[in-house]
């Protein structure tokens, strides 16, 4: 997009932003291709307190190979990274132009949002996780959503038949995009992401398999706004991000009747993703202040028996060993313990280690939506960050000692 | 726009912004209704210090009989209001849910910012305002643009055949609109503002008569970001809004293909507004920096007398006797002495008089895009509420005394 026109060939719009040639523009500038609601910052802003170190020279082991963190950052299309240990800054990297300020999308790490969104609103009464779909919202009665309980929705396990296939252009996904303004409605679409949602049917019982579904995340989000009466981008602000201490408004995408994309529109700054899962980190608190409950969070991470095994019947278990899905997070479990995750499309990453007080957040764009191998090398990179930051072998001494050689 | 989703005669969308009933919404939420780029703050911000006083009770004399400050605002559909005497801002009122931070698009009020940065670039030798049109944009060869001077463009008086009627949908004013996004785009449109531009024709030679066209303005535009090699929102943000102080960021629509609407596209709030007007009675001024050249702003106060002849032969005069239009501009010559305005369709108002060292800015929702009636009823407010500060008959010991009263 450079250029007064650019070139058409370099063009990116509406209908082909998210291919591989337009994301790496297209991510940092979702709010010029497509309408969005401001998700307003405004409060004290919590300070991210900085010490620096190079993290590039830790060893990773791949499928492949040896390898390190710095080469995993540079075959995975990396935009930002910043690591977090203790709440201190490790690395703050920008690449390709990137920018403190820039707010780039995080795709489906929205749904760990809005997940923490409903988090607040349980916790307020406002939403019962026991209660039907329909008794939030009634226009689903008669659609594959009648009969689902909130947590079915919130865990994944609806039977709504709905395909994830980024590749195929009559599946689900790419129809609800197009219902939702992520590319140009076909005469045939709903118009906006709620009407979709009526459009859908089951495939099998509610509250059994776990299925990654976007659309349980719209549906999460349009039972949060009838809850509580406010749009998603104003309960965001309110709940999170200014309690949080987020020091940039965010945005979310919205569809032509209004309606926030809840289950991949957020665009954020580097900072303040990392200052979301700091507080994933922190048992929900930000500073004194408790922002998403604590019993909400702890819950997440303590599956019941039901949640482990729907998970492990999938084909996620080999990428997420021993992992869960609940209340729009990830889990997966290596030796050292539970590890939560936030994860969007074409490599959008929250790493949360407790065992380790180590924050990851890396914001990417892989050419593919879904990529395992790319998957993979990251997260054995962020397992490596992690184990090195708790073993006390700091990058810093590394580069110290390196810079008293060059002397 | 209430409700999840809105019922469909509450909905406002790209097809219906511009009609009467969402005017009010849409205004407040451009970047909810099409894709914006940002117009960065960012810098220090400018004080507003302020003596408040009720200035409600000024008389005005409108054509129709004797009415009140208080009654105009009301009859006129007002969104927000701020006057600023002598730099002090003496009201600051917010109407039907505004409020400082609302972004309020402000119309052909664009007009005049861009031409500030016009002038900007002029000053720094990148613009030639005798140059060719054709010297900055080769594209126009060939079309309505081809032989006129930069000047002809800053000034309205291209020979360029463009109707502004907004009140017929095949006029040029509406098939630009299509082309840039501000309404559906049929098949036969061009594809993006720059697009449109070359299609355009001449009716009459060039810097000739001044013509209204907001189509000149995009021209003016597009060879700003040429002769500077960047985008007009980061053009206004660094020449105009981080030097004058401004305190948010604000915003400028864009077509599909990336390009701002130069002539109508910019959302700003009323503060913000009332330190460009400011800005334009201080000889370009903001505290010890001078952001808009001096010579510039002088040369468009005093027209030469081709300038004023080619306003007098138009429809204006009554409206505006005596006035004039330069440099994005409209001026007008009550007895008082000259005074500066930028104005918008449906009520955007920027009102400069040097000689009472008053500035009054005013946010708007007309239901019709033109309307004489409001128009007048406000030039005369304003001049009504300068006339009053310069007397040193201030509404505030009114006011005190009235509170006195109550007490």
């Given at each position: 997009m450079s250029g007064f026109p650019p070139s058409p060939p370099q063009q990116v719009n509406l209908s082909n932003w998210q291919q591989p040639a337009s994301l790496r523009w297209s991510f940092r500038h979702m709010r010029e291709v497509i309408p969005t609601h401001p998700i307003v910052a405004g409060g004290a802003v919590r300070p991210l307190p900085a010490r620096e170190?190079?993290?590039?020279d830790i060893p990773v082991s791949l499928a492949d190979g040896p390898s390190t963190v710095a080469k995993v950052l540079d075959t995975t299309y990396t935009d930002g990274l910043l690591v977090l240990h203790d709440g201190v800054v490790v690395t703050e990297r920008y690449f390709e132009?990137?920018?403190?300020s820039t707010r780039h999308l995080v795709m489906s790490v929205s749904k760990s949002i809005v997940g923490c969104v409903a988090g607040v609103l349980v916790e307020g009464g406002?939403?019962?996780?026991?209660?039907?779909?329909t008794a939030y919202v009634p226009e689903v009665a008669g659609s594959g959503y009648d009969g689902a309980r909130v947590r079915d929705v919130l865990d994944m396990r609806t039977g709504v038949a709905f395909s994830e296939?980024?590749?195929?252009?009559?599946s689900e996904v790419r129809v609800m995009e197009r219902s939702m303004g992520w590319a140009p409605r076909r005469p045939d679409d709903p118009c906006g992401a709620y009407a979709y949602l009526t459009t859908l049917r089951t495939e099998g019982p509610h509250g059994a398999g776990f299925v990654y579904r976007s659309c349980d995340t719209d549906m999460l989000g349009w039972m949060c706004e009838r809850a509580a009466g406010r749009r998603m981008a104003d309960l965001v602000s309110t709940h999170i991000w200014q309690p949080m201490g987020a020091e940039f408004d965010g945005d979310i995408t919205c569809d032509?009747?209004?309606?926030?994309?809840?289950?991949g529109g957020i665009s954020t700054t580097l900072r303040d993703l990392a200052r979301f899962g700091q507080l994933l980190l922190d048992d929900g608190r930000s500073g004194e202040r408790q922002v998403v409950p604590a019993a909400w969070l702890a819950d997440a991470y303590t599956p019941t028996p039901d949640v482990r095994e729907a998970f492990a019947r999938t084909d996620n278990e080999p990428m997420l060993p021993g992992g869960w899905y609940r209340d729009q997070f990830w889990f997966f479990h290596p030796e050292s313990g539970p590890v939560l995750l936030c994860l969007g499309i074409h490599g959008q990453l929250v790493f949360v280690d407790r065992g380790t007080r180590t924050v990851v957040v890396k914001q990417s764009s892989w050419p593919?939506?879904?990529n395992a191998d790319h998957l993979a090398a990251t997260l054995r990179a962020c397992l490596a960050i992690a184990a090195t930051l708790a073993s006390g072998r700091s990058g810093r001494t590394r580069a110290r000692r390196g810079a008293r050689r060059r002397r």
């Open positions: 170190r190079d993290l590039g132009g990137m920018a403190p406002q939403l019962d996780p026991g209660a039907p779909v296939a980024y590749t195929s252009e009559d032509s009747v209004g309606t926030a994309v809840h289950d593919d939506a879904q």
